[in-house]
């Protein structure tokens, strides 16, 4: 059974930073591309970064030079951290593959304050 369990939001003011984690279990994670995606308040859910297996990273563009993502294999933890934070990264964030394969976990509430 796949589970996919995101952690670490919270409420931030503008110019801070958080460090959001995912556990995932059930699937070979080691060999799976895996993403962070993002659902604002009245919007779809997006994309915002994604790592290989290999460690290649992407990024959407409103992210670049604020968010990193990275993986710890041995953990089956994929890692968001998030530096200079805008009211406009406000949303639920979870984790999921590349292809968005599994069920969606609760996901992790980024709030963003002005």
């Known amino acids: 059974q796949v589970q996919l369990v995101e952690s670490g939001g919270g409420l931030v003011q503008a110019g801070g930073s958080l460090r959001l984690s995912c556990t995932a279990s059930g699937f070979t994670f080691t060999f799976t591309t895996m993403g962070w995606y993002r659902q604002g308040p009245g919007k779809q859910r997006e994309l915002v970064a994604s790592?290989?297996?290999?460690?290649?990273?992407y990024y959407v563009d409103s992210v670049k030079g604020r968010f990193t993502i990275s993986r710890d294999n041995a953990k089956n933890t994929v890692h968001l951290q998030m530096d200079s934070l805008k009211p406009e990264d406000t949303g639920l964030y979870y984790c999921?593959?590349?292809?968005?394969?599994?069920?969606w976990g609760q996901g992790t509430q980024v709030t963003v304050s002005s």
């Open positions: 790592i290989t297996r290999d460690y290649t990273t």
């Open positions: 999921n593959t590349r292809t968005a394969s599994y069920a």
